[in-house]
């Protein structure tokens, strides 16, 4: 098992380069088009706006679950890990078509100061959903289609100016996708334990965990020691390794997997902090 993919950066080394568009060193926008089913997991380094335009995907983060199809988008927010299950169309060669945005945060916040639309924002925290696309965003999504296969220089200037696009469209479409927007830029206050008990065993930092609970990263960390009494540094690990020890009990996955799906960047780390932790190295233990 590979590593967990981290959209948008393992994205520009992969397989297939030219199937990426690049912004200040970032792929902000990804073609992807095959005829096989596909399953993984990616860790959203940026947000992520994914647009389907032939066949589907079933996408699971937490306890949630969406299924995007044809012409439906779909917006999630940075630093979680989302599990995938592509199908392409049965009626059009088993075709999977899709595109991906990744938004970052000054082109965020570039679009929401220059933009003109006015709309109250929410009080409460707005869900991600599944959406259908209208006409506008539809020819849009099939208007970048050319820069993929046109191998002259897409110039920066270019590229921000079709996200900009993109969110106006986005905005116009649906009203809910558009309060999802506004608080991407500014997250609502969720509770620390609902954060910290969901994200811990994904490849997320203590900034991350800070945003997705709509903290400042002393904020987090003050709320943090007063609800657990302990660092989130040291709690988040000793959680890591003992899901890491139920699963070498409890799954056939290799130590490479485990180390991988919960965070952990080198095995050879990750097997010396399980000793440290348990008693004895991760094969040992499984033995």
């Known amino acids: 098992m590979k590593k967990m993919i981290k959209v948008p950066t393992s994205l520009i080394g992969g397989d297939a380069p030219q199937n990426s568009l690049v912004l200040d060193g970032c792929s902000v926008i990804e073609q992807c088009i095959h005829s096989t089913e596909v399953k993984g997991t990616m860790f959203l380094e940026q947000h ?3 647009i ?58 570039s679009f929401l100061s220059t933009s003109e639309i006015k709309i109250s924002r929410p009080e409460g925290e707005i869900k991600a959903g599944v959406y259908p696309m209208n006409e506008c965003l ?14 002259s220089v897409v110039h920066p200037g270019q590229l921000r100016l079709k996200i900009m696009e993109l969110l106006y469209d986005v905005a116009e479409c649906n009203r809910n996708m558009f309060l ?92 010396r902090i399980f000793k440290v932790f348990h008693g004895q190295a991760p094969t040992v233990f499984r033995t």
């Open 48 to 50: 992520l706006l994914l």
């Open 138 to 151: 539809v020819a849009f999504a099939h208007s970048m289609k050319p820069y993929f296969f046109d191998h």
């Open 180 to 271: 999802q927007i506004l608080q991407l830029h500014e997250p609502v206050k969720s509770d620390v334990r609902n954060v910290v008990e969901k994200h811990y065993a994904s490849p997320v930092s203590l900034a991350e965990l800070a945003y997705l609970s709509g903290r400042s990263l002393s904020s987090f960390k003050r709320d943090f020691q007063n609800i657990y009494n302990v660092s989130p540094a040291t709690w988040i690990r000793e959680k890591r390794l003992e899901k890491a020890k139920d699963m070498l009990q409890t799954t056939s996955l290799s130590v490479a997997e485990i180390c991988y799906s919960l965070g952990f960047e080198n095995v050879s780390h990750f097997s």
């Open 52 to 109: 389907v335009l032939e066949g589907w995907v079933i996408l699971t983060y937490g306890k949630q679950h969406y299924t995007v199809r044809k012409n439906e988008i779909i917006l999630l927010k940075k630093a979680t890990a989302v599990k995938y299950h592509k199908f392409g169309n049965t009626d059009n060669d088993n075709i999977y078509d899709s595109l991906m945005f990744s938004i970052k945060d000054d082109l965020l916040k």
